[in-house]
């Protein structure tokens, strides 16, 4: 056994060195021995050692990984015929249907991209030609995609381009981190910048064409916004004449519970709204959502057409999402669960004194931790983050600082597997960073 593991390791490091000689040595890999999965099935993920991991952090299985219908729908749509969208297809035109039925009656038009980067490029394309101005707004550290727009306006990773003459970035509050103040002033002093970075883009003469958020805004690591902020924001940006763009990529397709999409949850009433990871199951597909009269102003226009988007194959992954999503109730369900695991993290908050903050909603949780004079502590959230890899169960970090535990896991996950994370993860805290004694429960 100890000679075979041996050589299973020997193969992934030989396997580590053909992709740095390849793909690139600069191509990201999670944990400190990267992690090598060969099979899939619901939320477990084995890797080439046999060892079998939870995963409590992936959302492009959102239905599972390995998902029997959706493997089923592509592999006979596959087998059967795929085109682009030149042609007539009732299996496409019976997706859009039903996609769009998961929204506001407003919002009753769809573009088929092939990605995430790819409907946030195509959304501030749309709202630039809508509003007639080039400037944006994006949020402190936040992501949005690869593409030489998105990187010109990325604050939550390293890019070596300028940042865009016509970007304008502006901070989200978070009421965990008020310093005192209390929630009306948050919100005031929050709204006052965004009106700032607005009159900046219109001195400078590019006024706003859009706004770009994630409703739950995860990669800034989930803060608990004011309430009436995303409102007050949407009525900033339209008093303006811009665009409201809500990045689902991360928050839709029922992860924030109760509704469907994050902007449902959240009370953001947006003009467009983007799509990617989870709609095909990790299948390649996403999407923007608008209105009707957006879509005229810009396809009257703008021809757009997207070889890979939105194919019969494409079309019948996300069918069958959708339909697995349905049927089994994962919306209300990730509301449930959610609240479930919302109590669990906040005993754990009011025990631990390196937990400043439990945060999210649905099936999309942060944990907030910090070092004994309350500073962020990215350090001991990459220690449980790799803990708990060693323990089988995935999960990630967010934030600013890197230092906010991120659970997001497929929304087949059970209650008993979701206790299973809480009950690993409070383990794992308590023995990285003891409790004085005689504090706690
Ligand atoms: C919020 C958000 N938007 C957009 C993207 C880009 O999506 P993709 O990698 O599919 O291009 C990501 C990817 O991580 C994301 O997290």
Same mark, same amino acid.
């Given at each position: 056994?100890?000679?075979?593991?041996?050589?299973?390791?020997?193969?992934?490091?030989?396997?580590?060195?053909?992709?740095?000689?390849?793909?690139?040595?600069?191509?990201?890999?999670?944990?400190?021995?990267?992690?090598?999965?060969?099979?899939?099935?619901?939320?477990?993920?084995?890797?080439?050692?046999?060892?079998?991991?939870?995963?409590?952090?992936?959302?492009?299985?959102?239905?599972?990984?390995?998902?029997?219908?959706?493997?089923?729908?592509?592999?006979?749509?596959?087998?059967?015929?795929?085109?682009?969208?030149?042609?007539?297809?009732?299996?496409?035109?019976?997706?859009?249907?039903?996609?769009?039925?998961?929204?506001?009656?407003?919002?009753?038009?769809?573009?088929?991209?092939?990605?995430?980067?790819?409907?946030?490029?195509?959304?501030?394309?749309?709202?630039?030609?809508?509003?007639?101005?080039?400037?944006?707004?994006?949020?402190?550290?936040?992501?949005?995609?690869?593409?030489?727009?998105?990187?010109?306006?990325?604050?939550?990773?390293?890019?070596?381009?300028?940042?865009?003459?016509?970007?304008?970035?502006?901070?989200? +509050?978070?009421?965990?981190? %008020? *310093?005192?103040?209390?929630?009306? &002033? $948050?919100?005031?002093?929050? !709204?006052? #910048?965004? @009106?700032?970075?607005?009159?900046?883009?219109?001195?400078?003469?590019?006024?706003?064409?859009?706004?770009?958020?994630?409703?739950?805004?995860?990669?800034?690591?989930?803060?608990?916004?004011?309430?009436?902020?995303?409102?007050?924001?949407?009525?900033?940006?339209?008093?303006?004449?811009?665009?409201?763009?809500?990045?689902?990529?991360?928050?839709?397709?029922?992860?924030?519970?109760?509704?469907?999409?994050?902007?449902?949850?959240?009370?953001?009433?947006?003009?467009?709204?983007?799509?990617?990871?989870?709609?095909?199951?990790?299948?390649?597909?996403?999407?923007?959502?608008?209105?009707?009269?957006?879509?005229?102003?810009?396809?009257?226009?703008?021809?757009?057409?997207?070889?890979?988007?939105?194919? +019969?194959?494409?079309?019948? %992954? *996300?069918?069958?999402?959708?339909? &697995? $999503?349905?049927?089994?109730? !994962?919306? #209300?369900? @990730?509301?449930?669960?959610?609240?479930?695991?919302?109590?669990?993290?906040?005993?754990?908050?009011?025990?631990?004194?390196?937990?400043?903050?439990?945060?999210?909603?649905?099936?999309?949780?942060?944990?907030?931790?910090?070092?004994?004079?309350?500073?962020?502590?990215?350090?001991?959230?990459?220690?449980?983050?790799?803990?708990?890899?060693?323990?089988?169960?995935?999960?990630?970090?967010?934030?600013?600082?890197?230092?906010?535990?991120?659970?997001?896991?497929?929304?087949?996950?059970?209650?008993?597997?979701?206790?299973?994370?809480?009950?690993?993860?409070?383990?794992?805290?308590?023995?990285?960073?003891?409790?004085?004694?005689?504090?706690?429960?």
């Amino acid at each position: 056994m100890a000679a075979q593991c041996a050589e299973l390791a020997a193969r992934d490091a030989e396997l580590l060195e053909r992709r740095g000689t390849t793909i690139g040595p600069y191509s990201p890999l999670f944990y400190r021995t990267p992690r090598h999965f060969v099979h899939g099935e619901g939320v477990w993920l084995t890797d080439a050692f046999g060892r079998t991991y939870l995963d409590a952090y992936n959302n492009v299985p959102q239905v599972g990984h390995a998902n029997p219908r959706v493997a089923a729908a592509v592999a006979e749509q596959i087998a059967t015929h795929n085109v682009h969208t030149r042609y007539l297809h009732e299996g496409v035109v019976n997706y859009a249907e039903e996609l769009l039925a998961t929204f506001s009656p407003e919002l009753d038009r769809v573009y088929f991209t092939n990605s995430g980067s790819e409907s946030n490029d195509l959304a501030l394309r749309i709202a630039r030609h809508v509003s007639g101005n080039s400037g944006i707004l994006t949020t402190d550290f936040s992501y949005h995609g690869n593409t030489l727009t998105l990187a010109a306006m990325t604050t939550g990773l390293d890019v070596s381009e300028p940042f865009g003459e016509h970007v304008r970035r502006f901070t989200i +509050p978070d009421l965990d981190h %008020a *310093g005192g103040r209390g929630e009306p &002033e $948050v919100l005031a002093e929050a !709204l006052a #910048q965004v @009106a700032e970075a607005i009159a900046s883009l219109q001195e400078a003469g590019h006024g706003l064409s859009a706004v770009l958020v994630d409703p739950s805004f995860s990669t800034e690591g989930l803060p608990r916004l004011p309430q009436g902020y995303l409102e007050g924001l949407a009525a900033l940006v339209h008093d303006a004449g811009g665009l409201v763009i809500a990045d689902e990529v991360q928050s839709g397709l029922g992860r924030l519970g109760w509704a469907w999409w994050g902007h449902q949850v959240t009370g953001l009433v947006p003009d467009l709204v983007t799509m990617g990871k989870p709609l095909g199951n990790g299948f390649p597909l996403g999407g923007v959502v608008t209105s009707q009269a957006v879509m005229d102003s810009f396809s009257s226009t703008n021809m757009y057409f997207n070889t890979f988007a939105g194919t +019969p194959v494409a079309s019948a %992954a *996300g069918r069958a999402v959708l339909a &697995e $999503v349905h049927e089994r109730g !994962l919306v #209300q369900r @990730a509301a449930d669960l959610g609240e479930r695991v919302r109590a669990r993290l906040a005993e754990i908050e009011a025990e631990h004194p390196l937990v400043a903050s439990a945060k999210g909603r649905g099936l999309f949780f942060g944990l907030e931790l910090v070092d004994a004079d309350g500073a962020p502590n990215p350090e001991l959230a990459k220690a449980i983050v790799e803990r708990l890899a060693n323990e089988g169960i995935l999960i990630s970090r967010i934030g600013p600082h890197d230092s906010v535990l991120k659970i997001r896991p497929p929304l087949v996950i059970t209650a008993e597997q979701l206790d299973v994370v809480v009950d690993t993860l409070s383990r794992a805290l308590h023995e990285a960073a003891p409790l004085p004694v005689g504090a706690g429960a």
